[in-house]
């Protein structure tokens, strides 16, 4: 069966750090694979997508993400932090030609300090 | 316009109400999705509906009835809920094709009393 995991629940970062979120999956073949974001009490709001071709993906709010094959890892990362990106962020997997199939992560929470 | 647009943003019932949750997107998207979400928690599937018809269940209570009355809007009738049904409910829509991305709405905050 499918399955996404986030190893880290809590992060945090200064301001203006790098940062790096990891997310690795297991599934049989290689899967439609998201990051969302999601601010306290609000919905969920894509920030990136990978289906296929280059395996670095550009998405919104400056955050890029990686497509790594061999470990099976999709992580989310961003050069410099803004207080504004303290949310939860979830990975999340869906098997090709089925989005209907979406399974989320458990989330990394993410504390930006000042 | 890429809004999934949610009504009520939050409510409060008792155990024995009847409640309905609403939801309504014009992207002319044919797939629309319903999700709990307890607190700290991912989201969880429970219904899907593809071109107005049920298409996943995700073995739900009957105390949940989903209805999609036409493409644009999805509903979410509640009766006699407990208390641990207690969450944030979120709507999403998609088009239904491969590679198309869930948008979701801003949610439904329920609490049982």
């Known amino acids: 069966a499918q399955s996404v995991t986030q190893p880290d629940i809590h992060i945090t970062v200064s301001e203006g750090a790098s940062l790096e979120l990891r997310c690795n999956y297991s599934y049989g073949a290689t899967p439609y694979l998201f990051w969302y974001v999601q601010s306290p009490g609000q919905g969920l709001q894509l920030l990136l997508k990978?289906?296929?071709?280059?395996?670095l993906v550009q998405g919104i709010k400056g955050f890029e993400a990686e497509f790594k094959r061999s470990q099976s890892s999709f992580n989310l990362r961003k050069p410099s932090v803004h207080w504004s990106d303290a949310a939860e962020y979830f990975c999340?997997?869906?098997?090709?030609?089925?989005?209907?199939?979406?399974?989320f992560g458990a989330g990394t929470r993410l504390t930006v300090k000042p | 316009d890429t809004e999934v647009t949610q009504t009520p943003k939050h409510l409060v019932m008792g155990m024995t109400n009847k409640k309905s949750l609403k939801c309504e997107q014009h992207m002319g998207h044919r797939a629309m999705y319903w999700y709990k979400q307890k607190a700290k928690k991912p989201p969880e599937l429970m219904f899907v509906y593809s071109y107005e018809k049920l298409s996943i269940n995700e073995s739900v209570p009957s105390r949940f009835s989903p209805e999609c009355p036409n493409s644009s809007l999805l509903n979410l009738h509640l009766h006699a809920l407990q208390p641990e049904d207690s969450a944030l409910y979120l709507c999403?829509?998609?088009?239904?094709?491969?590679?198309?991305?869930?948008?979701f709405g801003p949610g439904t905050r329920l609490l049982v009393l």
């Open positions: 999340a997997v869906g098997p090709r030609y089925n989005n209907n199939d979406m399974r």
């Open positions: 999403a829509s998609s088009p239904v094709a491969a590679e198309e991305t869930q948008y």
């Open positions: 990978y289906f296929s071709g280059d395996t």
